[in-house]
C-alpha cells in the first residue's frame, strides 16, 4: 500500500476511535438518565396476581365446628318451625350485632377476600352443598335445590372474641315463606353453610321419609364427618332424652379446640317428617 493512502487511513481512524472511547464512558451514563426521565417522578400501576388475597390463619375443620357450635351455644336460633314453638315470642328474633362475650355471631357484609357479597351467592353456594349431600347419600334426592325468591342469606362470622384471628364465615340460610310459597315438602328450612368451601354445616329438611326408623344416624354421622373433613365422631354417653323436643335422636362427639369437644345431633320430627344434623344448643 502507497504511504499516502496510509496516512489517509489512519486520519480516518482517529476519530472512529476518539468516537468509540467516548461512547464507552459516557454512552451507559447517558442511557441511565435517559431510562431515569422515564421513570422516575411517574407514578405507575401493574395489577398484581391474587392482590386481594391476604393472610388467613389456617384452621382445621374440627376446630371450626367447634368455634361455630360455640358462637351458636351462646344464641337462641330458630332453627326448626318445632322447635321455634317452644320459646317465647320476643326470643324467637336477636340482633346479632349486639352480642358480646367470649363467643360472638356478627353480621357481615363482604368475603374472605374483602369482595361485597349477595344472597344470592349464600343461596348458590347452598344449592353446591345440597348437590353434595345428596351425592353422599345423607340428603335424599327428593329435595329441592332453593330458589332466591323463597330463602333469604345472611353471611355470619363467627368469632373467637379472645383470639379474632379464630373466626369462621358462615352462611345461614333460611326458608321465608313470606317470600313465596308457603309449601315446605322436600325443602331445605334452616341450614348453615360454610362460606369458603359451600360445605352444609346443619341443617334441617322436610323429606319423604315417614319414620325414624327409616333414618341411619349412624351412616348418616359417618359420611357427613368424612365429607366435612372431620376426625372419626364418637357417640355421645349419657345423652338426656329431654334435651330435644322429639324423642327421636341420637348424639355424637367431635374432638375440638384446647381439648374441648363439639356436640352434633341426628335427628327427626316423626308427623312433619323433618330430619335435622345440627351442632346441638
Known amino acids: 500500500m502507497k504511504t499516502g493512502n496510509r496516512k489517509k487511513i489512519s486520519l480516518l481512524l482517529i476519530p472512529l476511535a ?7 464512558i459516557w454512552g451507559p451514563e447517558a442511557l441511565a438518565g435517559y431510562r431515569d426521565r422515564h421513570i422516575l417522578d411517574r407514578i405507575r400501576s401493574q395489577e398484581a396476581e391474587n392482590s386481594t388475597a391476604g393472610y388467613r390463619y389456617a384452621l382445621s375443620s374440627n376446630d371450626k365446628l367447634y368455634i361455630l357450635s360455640k358462637c351458636l351455644n351462646n344464641q337462641i336460633l330458630p332453627e326448626s318451625d318445632q322447635n321455634a314453638m317452644t320459646r317465647p315470642e320476643e326470643n324467637r328474633s336477636l340482633d346479632y350485632q349486639e352480642l358480646t362475650g367470649t363467643y360472638a355471631m356478627v353480621v357481615n357484609r363482604k368475603d374472605a377476600n374483602g369482595q361485597e357479597v349477595e344472597e ?8 353446591q352443598g345440597i348437590r353434595e349431600l345428596k351425592e353422599t347419600g345423607i340428603l335424599p334426592e327428593s329435595v329441592r335445590e332453593l330458589t332466591e325468591w323463597s330463602y333469604s342469606a345472611v353471611l355470619y362470622s363467627a368469632i373467637d372474641v379472645p383470639e379474632p384471628r379464630n373466626n369462621v364465615l358462615v352462611w345461614k340460610i333460611s326458608f321465608d315463606t313470606g317470600r313465596g310459597t308457603a309449601d315446605r315438602s322436600d325443602r331445605i328450612l334452616d341450614a348453615y353453610v360454610d362460606a369458603d368451601t359451600g360445605r352444609i354445616y346443619e341443617f334441617y329438611v322436610r323429606t319423604d321419609l315417614s319414620k325414624w326408623q327409616d333414618v341411619d344416624p349412624d351412616v348418616i354421622i359417618e359420611t357427613w364427618a368424612a365429607y366435612m373433613g372431620l376426625e372419626e365422631p364418637e357417640e355421645y354417653q349419657g345423652s338426656n332424652p329431654l334435651s330435644e323436643t322429639t324423642p327421636y335422636f341420637k348424639k355424637y ?3 375440638g379446640m384446647e ?3 363439639t356436640v352434633v345431633t341426628v335427628g ?6 323433618e ?4 351442632i346441638s344448643r
Open 120 to 127: 344470592k351467592d349464600g343461596i348458590e353456594l347452598c344449592n
Open 268 to 273: 327427626f320430627y316423626e308427623g312433619i317428617n
Open 253 to 255: 362427639t367431635f374432638s
Open 275 to 278: 330430619l335435622f344434623l345440627k
Open 18 to 24: 476518539v468516537l468509540i472511547t467516548g461512547l464507552a
Open 259 to 261: 381439648d374441648g369437644i
